[in-house]
């Protein structure tokens, strides 16, 4: 959804749109110049769980007085923040874990009272204000983020070990052992992707075998779910599957809060179907 924001609406009212692929992250300062006027990035990125460095990014950007915004949906504010790096931006998806319970649709956006009011002031005049009913769902929602994350870590973290050494699986993506999460997440957070042997066969069949895993494109709830990028969240972006890391046999998980030993049972049961 935002890189077609970006490409196709943004890019139809004049405004440049350079997409970096994480790979040349390292690349990042190169790219900047005197015209930039806003870097957008995620870390952990969808769906290959890489994490940027936002310290060292914030400060080159930062160099080039470049606004940052950062989309922290996936660590969640528990677990990474993102404005103690240098960003100047937060964003959430609060559809996902801020609600927690998929049942509204909603976003926010965090910084300093300047550029938020600025933001705000837009944002009256653009539309897209939430009704109080889900007001009153994200703040409930909110309540109970705290032990909700702690316990879908737990079983992610389980379920990484777990996968990796599972002789259907040839790949897991996780920032359990990733350096640049350990030093700017308390927690390697619930979202993980396995890469299956058998291809996009092994993918689709995994996808139609579970019982307890639900198979939808949003993430963050309560309750375990599946999606299939190159179908959902990167369909119709082919030509960046490459540079992004996604291919056919790619499956993304978002961990619940059921008990690990349920969530297992059913990928396992699922992988030799």
Not at 65 to 75: G, P, Q
Not at 96 to 113: I, T
Not at 156 to 181: E, I, M
Request: charged share 15%; glycine share 8%; net charge neutral.
């Amino acid at each position: 959804g935002t890189l077609k924001l970006l490409s196709e609406i943004l890019g139809n009212l004049g405004i440049n749109i350079t997409l970096l692929p994480f790979a040349a992250i390292s690349r990042f300062p190169e790219f900047i110049s005197p015209r930039t006027r806003l870097v957008v990035l995620e870390s952990p990125t969808n769906p290959t769980l890489r994490c940027v460095d936002l310290q060292s990014l914030c400060t080159h950007a930062h160099q080039h007085n470049t606004t940052i915004l950062v989309d922290n949906t996936f660590a969640t504010p528990i677990l990474q923040s993102p404005l103690a790096y240098g960003a100047d931006l937060v964003m959430h998806s609060a559809t996902k874990y801020l609600g927690g319970h998929s049942d509204l649709s909603a976003g926010a956006l965090c910084g300093a009272k300047p550029i938020i009011d600025r933001c705000r002031h837009i944002n009256v005049l653009t539309g897209g204000t939430l009704d109080p009913h889900a007001s009153f769902l994200l703040i409930r929602g909110m309540k109970t983020l705290a032990i909700r994350v702690e316990r879908v870590c737990d079983n992610a973290t389980r379920l990484a070990h777990a996968l990796a050494h599972h002789p259907a699986v040839a790949s897991v993506f996780y920032p359990g052992n990733d350096p640049v999460a350990e030093k700017q997440m308390k927690r390697p957070g619930a979202m993980l992707s396995i890469e299956l042997r058998g291809g996009a066969s092994a993918a689709e069949k995994l996808l139609t075998s579970t019982r307890l895993w639900t198979l939808a494109p949003s993430l963050g709830g309560v309750e375990s779910t599946l999606s299939y990028p190159v179908l959902a969240s990167h369909a119709g972006l082919e030509s960046q599957w490459e540079a992004l890391g996604i291919t056919p046999a790619l499956v993304r998980l978002s961990v619940g809060i059921e008990a690990y030993e349920d969530l297992l049972a059913d990928l396992e049961q699922a992988l030799v179907a």
